[in-house]
């Protein structure tokens, strides 16, 4: 994958902890929901090092 895909997963996975976190129906009870959000919302800096590194080795 080249860098601009890693960076492009970064920003939707922070949007769809956003969405999570605000509770998005299909949960049992808020606190899942927030937990599940927390949770992806730990992707976006993996995916954000992950599109440093990508952008290093296509230099």
Not at 23 to 41: H, I, K, L, T
């Amino acid at each position: 994958m080249n860098s601009n895909s890693w960076y492009l997963l970064m920003i939707l996975s922070i949007l769809m902890a956003v969405l999570l976190f605000l509770n998005v129906p299909g949960y049992e009870n808020a606190a899942s929901a927030r937990q599940v959000g927390v949770f992806v919302g730990l992707w976006a800096p993996t995916f954000g090092i992950l599109g440093v590194r990508a952008q290093l080795n296509e230099k």
